[in-house]
């Protein structure tokens, strides 16, 4: 089982705390096994010899370049 105090306390828009057990579980798994894709990645990188920075600006990049499905202006008009 992971350690959940490595990960964040996940809060919400409006900075209230996300306490759900099993949304806190499922963000503690998917955060546990993006680390050890991105230890992957990293670790085949250097052994294939692609410079270690530029491995790390790479899986930077990757994160910046993630879209949110859910913009702000769509949630906010979800019917309860």
């Known amino acids: 089982m992971s350690d ?7 809060l919400r828009d409006d900075g209230s705390v996300v306490s759900c057990t099993e949304k806190v579980k499922v963000m503690t798994e998917n955060f546990d096994e993006l680390k050890q ?37 769509q949630t906010s008009n979800k019917s309860e």
């Open 4 to 10: 959940q105090s490595k990960w964040p306390k996940w």
């Open 37 to 73: 894709i991105a230890q992957d990645a990293l670790e085949d990188g250097l052994l294939m010899e692609v410079s270690e920075a530029q491995m790390r600006k790479a899986l930077h990049q990757l994160v910046d370049d993630l879209i949110n499905p859910y913009p702000v202006d």
